[in-house]
């Protein structure tokens, strides 16, 4: 499972895997995620999700 969501990350374009690694791996808040990337909070926040229902389908399909 673990090299799975490590290939499945590499999927992402490099913001949005930045933004999972940073909410998931480093548990920050999307306040933090924002000031970090430049986004307002509820645009990485957005961003986050979407990037999640890309690493879903991405699982599903292996």
Do not use: C, K, S, W
């Not at 374009?13 to 791996?25: C, G, K, N, Q, Y």
């Not at 999307?30 to 389908?57: E, N, S, V």
Request: hydrophobic share 40%; charged share 25%; aromatic share 4%.
């Amino acid at each position: 499972m673990a090299i799975e969501a490590t290939t499945a990350l590499t999927t992402l374009a490099p913001p949005d895997r930045t933004i999972v690694t940073l909410r998931i791996l480093d548990e920050r808040d999307f306040r933090t995620i924002a000031d970090t990337t430049g986004l307002h909070p509820a645009t990485a926040r957005q961003r986050y999700r979407r990037a999640l229902q890309r690493l879903r389908q991405a699982t599903a399909r292996n």
